[in-house]
């Protein structure tokens, strides 16, 4: 790519050549010093570097971490091994790389499909969206903010394992489990008409936030009218009680409205 105005804006510091767990070179660590930055976004998951960085930026640095597996592309293991939520996470490094805090956490359905690598995509539009948020929370008020992010404990930051891409053997069960679940959705699909619907559980234990895993037992489905459907519920909660809202699409119509 030639050097053109959008990439002079958007990577100032050029192309920067590192191997996991190098330390940045003088020479880029001078140019992002001469930039006078307030945050430093490392976006680069695989070339995360190590030592000092409470010098490149006056409120740090935030890193990405993308899922958890050391595969590509990222989020193939969470379809080989069928996990119902693919994460993703936007670390802040107050003084090191190699410690950090936890920021925001985001927890996207993982498509089972062929078409898995969008896992990587919808995962990176939430990276987009939490980083932006920190940035805006960064300019309201940035001693507030520091001092909101120093209250989450640091943990040592584990340099992640090199990402290669899958065996042979690996994509072709890939391959045959993909087969037979789209012959087997198909079989059960057939006669039948798809509709959204909303359930819930009240037992807190069965939460994926509490268990790590998903389990069906314990939904209940919340009832609606006949030829109507639900999509996209949320919860509320005010005082002691707490609300569920969620798109309703009438019988017969293609728009929804909030309810």
Not at 19 to 33: F, K, N, Q, S, T
Not at 57 to 66: D, E, F, H, K, P
Request: hydrophobic share 40%; with cysteine; proline share 8%.
């Amino acid at each position: 790519m030639g050097n053109t105005w959008s990439r002079q804006v958007a990577d100032p510091f050029g192309e920067v050549d590192l191997d996991l767990g190098e330390a940045v070179p003088e020479a880029v660590r001078e140019a992002i010093r001469d930039r006078k930055l307030d945050l430093l976004c490392w976006i680069a998951d695989e070339t995360l570097p190590k030592g000092d960085c409470s010098d490149l930026a006056r409120s740090g640095v935030v890193t990405i971490g993308l899922g958890e597996a050391c595969t590509k592309p990222p989020y193939w293991q969470e379809v080989i091994d069928q996990q119902p939520f693919s994460r993703a996470m936007i670390l802040w490094h107050e003084k090191s790389f190699e410690r950090a805090r936890v920021l925001r956490t985001a927890e996207i359905g993982t498509k089972q499909g062929w078409f898995f690598t969008r896992n990587a995509e919808e995962c990176l539009v939430a990276v987009c969206r939490m980083i932006a948020t920190l940035g805006l929370e960064l300019l309201s008020d940035a001693p507030s903010w520091i001092a909101r992010q120093l209250e989450i404990p640091e943990e040592p930051r584990p340099l992640p394992c090199p990402r290669e891409y899958p065996s042979n053997l690996a994509s072709a069960g890939f391959i045959a489990r993909q087969a037979w679940r789209s012959l087997s959705l198909r079989m059960e699909a057939r006669g039948r008409r798809p509709e959204w619907f909303v359930a819930l559980r009240r037992d807190p234990s069965l939460h994926y936030s509490v268990s790590g895993k998903f389990s069906p037992s314990g939904l209940e489905e919340v009832p609606h009218p006949p030829g109507s459907q639900m999509a996209d519920p949320f919860l509320i909660t005010e005082g002691d009680q707490t609300w569920l809202f969620f798109e309703d699409v009438p019988a017969g119509k293609i728009k929804g409205r909030l309810s």
